[in-house]
């Protein structure tokens, strides 16, 4: 069954250093979405993506998160400098080009802890 | 902007009892509203979801929501709880199945044995 991957599964960093996080989407997959969900709440949109053009990036601290989907295909979500307010899971998910049916495919996530 | 709300944040109930987690949205159009679990160190999985059509629409696991339009309500039942239920449960709207979806606070259902 087709999965959506990402890495690291875990990061622990200090704070100020930067860190990255890598998404491959589920083959054939033209939408990419980055979703952060802080613990006790639920997943919020950070980035859409259509292919490798961004569609929403509304909810993106753009100060010091940036993303990118270079071949529209697999996507990195960087985070420079990282702090605590930061600790989260990121994660990435997928859905099919002209199916707006709401049916997003998950990753396992990536639980990041800024110390 | 499309938003969700969600009660009780964490929900108790006996193996063999009903299951009822509640869902409340707000929106400006016509809603697709959805349902969401997450096992424990796992991803999202689509439990099930409201288009249009028949507002009463089945999901996995025997899962199952009403669309109430009057009440703007989406709640999730399941007649009998099983161990296997226990996980942590997002209700979920969009607008017009933009696939923008805005996800509530969640309910972290536990199954007594």
Redesign the interface.
């Known amino acids: 069954e087709a999965e959506?991957a990402q890495s690291p599964r875990y990061k622990i960093t200090e704070k100020s250093q930067a860190v990255a996080f890598w998404c491959d989407p589920i083959s054939g997959h033209a939408?990419l979405y980055w979703y952060r969900q802080i613990l006790?709440?639920?997943?919020?949109?950070l980035v859409?993506f259509q292919d490798e053009s961004v569609v929403?990036d509304s909810q993106l601290p753009k100060d010091r998160f940036s993303a990118e989907r270079l071949k529209g295909v697999d996507s990195t979500l960087k985070i420079q400098p990282a702090e605590l307010g930061d600790s989260a899971m990121y994660?990435c998910?997928s859905?099919s080009r002209g199916k707006?049916?709401?049916?997003?495919?998950?990753?396992?996530?990536s639980r990041l802890t800024v110390l | 902007a499309q938003s969700v709300t969600?009660l009780g944040?964490h929900v108790s109930v006996s193996e063999g009892a009903l299951v009822l987690l509640r869902c409340n949205y707000s929106s400006s159009v016509p809603p697709?509203l959805?349902w969401y679990v997450q096992y424990p160190?796992?991803?999202?999985?689509?439990l099930l979801?409201y288009?249009t059509g028949a507002t009463l629409v089945k999901g996995i696991n025997g899962f199952e929501a009403e669309f109430k339009k009057s009440e703007t309500s989406f709640h999730l039942t399941k007649p009998s709880a099983h161990m296997s239920d226990a996980a942590e449960y997002?209700c979920?709207v969009?607008a017009?199945?933009?696939?923008?979806?805005?996800?509530?606070?969640?309910n972290q259902v536990v199954v007594i044995p």
């Not at chain 2, 160190?41 to 689509?46: A, H, I, K, S």
């Not at chain 2, 017009?96 to 509530?104: H, M, T, V, Y």
């Open positions: 959506v939408t006790g709440q639920g997943p919020e949109l859409q929403d994660l998910a859905s707006n049916t709401g049916e997003l495919f998950f990753g396992e996530g | 969600q944040s697709y959805f160190n796992q991803g999202l999985q689509l979801k288009t997002f979920a969009s017009d199945g933009n696939n923008r979806l805005a996800f509530g606070k969640g």
